[in-house]
């Protein structure tokens, strides 16, 4: 596919933000979370998006050095570097201590399976836009879902506290790479915490 300068300056910029940002993006949904009720405290440990990347890993750390203001669109440098950050993004390391875990977790939903209005596969994902309007975050930074029962009224890109067992498997799907899986998975909207 012939990838116009336009949407390949867009696609580098988009890339190098989200790589840079990191942190601050992936926890900002989480910051905002609401408490979770007495029963999915118990059953799930809510955890944040941070907690996925095992510690020490740093996607950023091969483009440090790269003068990115020297590159135009053309630049085969350019196209090289975009190819390397997405193979570092799409085989990024997941957190093995969470393979098993039951947890609970707030997103944005990317349907994948979405019949008559019912969903039953979904990538769970970080920030808004994610896989639609900006290439997929990291491998580690996508979640797989397979809900046990279809949800119902829920939308793309609807924020959503999701429940279930995690693991450590790998999917290439249409809309990125997932480092984990979610099995027995629950949704429900995300609502805003009530503000004192």
């Not at 990024?92 to 609970?104: F, H, I, K, Q, Y």
Request: charged share 25%; aromatic share 6%; net charge positive.
């Amino acid at each position: 596919m012939m990838m116009t300068k336009k949407r390949h300056r867009g696609l580098t910029a988009a890339l190098l933000c989200a790589t840079l940002a990191g942190g601050s993006l992936l926890a900002s949904l989480a910051a905002q979370a609401t408490p979770a009720t007495a029963s999915a405290k118990a059953a799930y440990r809510e955890i944040k998006w941070d907690e996925l990347v095992p510690k020490g890993w740093d996607p950023t750390k091969a483009f440090r050095a790269m003068d990115l203001g020297m590159m135009n669109d053309g630049d085969p440098r350019s196209n090289a570097m975009l190819k390397q950050m997405r193979e570092t993004w799409d085989n990024a390391p997941t957190n093995g201590e969470l393979d098993g875990a039951s947890v609970r977790l707030p997103g944005y939903l990317v349907p994948l399976e979405e019949i008559k209005g019912e969903i039953k596969e979904f990538l769970l994902v970080p920030y808004m836009g994610a896989c639609i309007h900006s290439p997929p975050p990291p491998a580690n930074q996508i979640i797989h879902v397979k809900m046990d029962k279809p949800a119902k009224g829920l939308r793309m890109m609807d924020a959503i506290w999701v429940n279930g067992v995690l693991k450590t498997q790998r999917l290439d799907t249409v809309m990125g790479v997932s480092g984990y899986r979610m099995e027995t998975a629950s949704a429900e909207l995300y609502v805003e915490p009530k503000r004192k």
